[in-house]
């Protein structure tokens, strides 16, 4: 491969300089992304097209200059490809017309294999096939929790107690369908790797609203039957707001961990250990400044994180109204610092 | 005083046994709150008429016989007495018609004086004639940080990026705002004290959603003003999500430091050290299991706390669909626990 930065990091070797790629950065941050979506009209329309997931994952490759590619796709084709199938709504984001609230309603969820996310599966032997061996792809999948949040709130939610509280009463209802997740994710993740994914992504974007002891026991496990089942691939796992989990992630099979902006490099560190490589973390609001602060923050984190087993990133996708300029200045800084 | 269990704790004086609130015991989970907002048909009315907010404050003690009282009142009293009204919309909560853009608008509000929120001076004076001296009344105040964001976004946000943008980008306008801010609000809770309160809560609900450095600029400093300008009047900083800040705040003229339920009692101590009262912690949603759970867990939380410098809590105000037994199941686990 041209740029193997990526998983130089990954696999925790010294690297020339540090590699550099945003979670969303294939998205409505780009004018090219914005002026397709348009003419498209709607966002799963979008995912489930393979040449225009393909099209859209490689516009940032071109804007950008990324060291990394990461897949067009949305988490919640999972549980759609179970029997859970959801709407985007305009302002409002994803919404499921039915979600799960009894043990029938898990019953009636089949564990998805490779066909009920084949858009996906063809986007990315499409990507991989475009980008030529330049830069590795990165796929993707929710966390089981995550994707479990979703299925009982029907959507975000501000304190998502269907969710959790699920968890207190119905213990063995919501692992069995933590456990359908589990399965699906991994045939879809599988898969991805297959059609040549050279790194995979865990997001669990709501690892933060649940207590250290359910996290321990309704999130960890099934992030480590992904992480095991996925092996060698590398895996990072980026468990946003679960500050209180930082060590027992490091105890997984995973190669790197995704840090939001709360979580100071010192903090990850001390809890984390060297074994593992972690990416992140400046606060996607920098980017709304000016050019000479933008690059005095990144340059400020690039030195807290020291020079070995760091990915570059912000601690959270991208904002979509970031100015492009403030994106390039963060990337620019990146590739001409000095480690 | 009757029953001082709170003010000793805060002293960290041992105690027979561990006291015990919650917030927003005044509010919603009540049956007596719901026929008396219904009736009022405002909450706005119903804080700022001092004999309605006297009996609201009064309903939980009388119903779950709590060892503190809360007067009723809403943090955003404050920017409404600076000069920026806001309204209670159905669903949606708080919102500004109005917000801070610009320095003009920073120099158009005001520093409050307690006149400006004279109700609620007035509803403490009713409540702590009323109490008679049987347990503590706490006044509060939100954090100068929370309330600014509050004033910028205009209501609560997913991303708060126009008050976070506002720091990066206009870090001398945001600290006149803070200022400001932190004077109406030593105003505001001196006043309280003058009123009767006996100790003082302030809340940074939104403390989570900042960098530990943007933090340590625009948060601490103001809540400490705040807490010294009250010496000596015990003063409670509970920063949601704000895992960073547990040392910075230990070391603030503070008697006690509320927890969220995503902090463990033993990550706090090391984190807080021993000269501090902690206060919390239970998962509000441990509280819509069966009672034998509700105990359980409660138990457990009391015992990871150990004897000394704890007041018992949730991790989070009662969500107002929390069943009134499962409260009471919790209350009264705490009142016989043995420390």
Known sequence: MKNDLLLQALRGEATRRKPVWLMRQAGRILPQYRRLSERVGSFKTMVQTPDIACEV??????ELDVDAAIIFSDILVIPEAMGLPYEMEKNKGPVFPATIGTAADVDRMIIAGEEGVD??????KLVKSALNNTIPLIGFAGA????FAYMVEGSGSKTFTLSRSMLYNRPEMAHALLHKITQSTINYLKAQVSAGADV????????????????????MPY???ICSALQ???VIVFAKGAFFALSEIAQLSCAGMGLDWTISPK???????????????LDPCVLYAELPFVQKATLQMLQDFGPNRHIVNLGHGVYPDTPLDAVKCFINTVKQYKI
Chains 1, 2 share one sequence.
Do not use: C, H
């Open 119 to 124: 858009y996906t599966v063809k986007a990315i």
């Open 200 to 219: 995979v992504q865990l997001f669990d974007t709501w690892a933060g609203i649940l207590s250290p002891q359910l996290y321990t026991r309704f999130s």
């Open 57 to 62: 994952t490689l516009q940032p490759i071109e």
């Open 223 to 225: 992030l480590q039957q």
């Open 232 to 234: 060698p691939t590398p």
């Open 144 to 147: 089981p929790w995550t994707i």
């Open 267 to 281: 903090f990850a560190r001390d809890m984390a250990g060297n074994n593992i490589t972690l990416q992140g973390n």
